[in-house]
């Protein structure tokens, strides 16, 4: 079925690094921008980083820009972020999120997401 | 960064009332204009895209309108199942495509 599964969170020191991992199935995974968004506990959305649909083009959040790269692997299906030099304000549910392009008043295709993974949870603690 | 402020961050309702929740951009964004539910430990769920389309399978006593800086969503009839937190986001310029705070819907 059509579905992301995200993987890879869990309790990491501060400096430290950790990759998350996206796995999509049921749909053509090259076809489709992907985003990761987090939510610190308690907190609200925060979107994190896209990867456009051929990775040609990438965007950070600036509370993640130098220290984070969103990458994927379109022979296994995965969307990747790799997150480095974690701080304790990182600590949050990851989620990955598929795009649709829509046309809208203006004419630009921009994006929604309509499909969402159930989350990973990273906790930078010492 | 382009703000959004939802309003009201809270709001108690019982079964059966019509809810609007507000959503104010910081500069105009057209119609690019995203509404999620969020239920408690569970991931978000679109409602509604581009200001005022419904997401398939989304029931049609939700509706969204709006355009530039003033967004509305609108549930006609609260159902139980609707008690959750609903989130607006803009996707108006290239990224970040920011969030609103969110405004949970509690039961009265």
């Known amino acids: 079925q059509v579905q992301l599964v995200e993987s890879g969170g869990g309790v990491v020191q501060p400096g430290r690094s950790l990759r998350l991992s996206c796995a999509a199935s049921g749909f053509t995974f090259s076809s489709y921008g992907m985003h990761w968004v987090r939510q610190a506990p308690g907190k609200g959305l925060e979107w994190v980083a896209v990867i456009w649909y051929d990775g040609s083009t990438k965007h950070y959040a600036a509370s993640v820009k130098g220290r984070s790269t969103i990458s994927r692997d379109s022979s296994t299906n995965t969307l990747f972020l790799q997150m480095n030099s974690l701080r304790a304000d990182d600590t949050a549910v990851y989620y990955c999120?598929?795009?649709?392009?829509?046309?809208?008043?203006?004419?630009?295709?921009?994006?929604?997401?309509?499909?969402w993974g159930q989350g990973t949870l990273v906790t930078v603690s010492s | 960064d382009i703000q959004l402020t939802q309003s009201p961050s809270s709001l108690s309702a019982s079964v059966g009332d019509r809810v609007t929740i507000t959503c104010r951009a910081s500069q105009i964004i057209s119609t690019y204009l995203n509404w999620y539910q969020q239920k408690p430990g569970k991931a978000p769920k679109l409602l509604i895209y581009a200001a005022s389309s419904l997401q398939s399978g989304v029931p049609s006593r939700f509706s969204g309108s709006g355009s530039g800086t003033d967004f509305t969503l609108t549930i006609s009839s609260l159902q139980p199942e609707d008690f959750a937190i609903y989130y607006c986001q803009q996707t108006f310029r290239t990224p970040p495509f920011t969030f609103g705070g969110g405004t949970k819907l509690e039961i009265k």
């Open positions: 999120a598929r795009e649709i392009l829509v046309v809208a008043a203006t004419g630009l295709r921009r994006p929604y997401f309509d499909l």
